[in-house]
Nanobody, 125 residues
């Protein structure tokens, strides 16, 4: 069974950092572009960051650019999201997603077929 499992969320004060991890299992994701999305209470899911299959190309939402960094380790079937200078408005459930069979990344959630269950990130002011 193909699965994505996020971890690393938690409660942090504004200005702090967290590192989210996404573990892929069930098949190799080495040929998939990967993405991070988030959903805050009462809001629609929004794009955060995406990375191509090899890790050589990344793209970020304007709201997180310069603060967040997406990376991947294909040998370990892992994707990461390093989040620095966190703000209360970053509070949300963060989801990892895989774009199966596509080498190039995308900011459109409809392009992703496999999703994790999410991990809660709460930033206090």
């Amino acid at each position: 069974q193909v699965q994505l499992a996020e971890s690393g969320g938690g409660l942090v004060q504004a200005g702090g950092s967290l590192r989210l991890s996404c573990a892929a299992s069930g098949r190799t994701f080495n040929n998939d572009a990967m993405g991070w999305f988030r959903q805050a209470p009462g809001k629609e899911r929004e794009f955060v960051a995406t990375i191509n299959w090899s890790g050589t190309s990344t793209y970020y939402a304007d709201s997180v650019k310069g603060r967040f960094t997406i990376s991947r380790d294909n040998a370990k079937n892992m994707v990461y999201l390093q989040m620095n200078s966190l703000k209360p408005e970053d509070t949300a459930v963060y989801y990892c997603a895989a774009r199966k069979g596509y080498l190039t990344s995308s900011s459109n959630s409809d392009d992703y077929a496999t999703w994790g269950q999410g991990t809660q990130v709460t930033v206090s002011s």
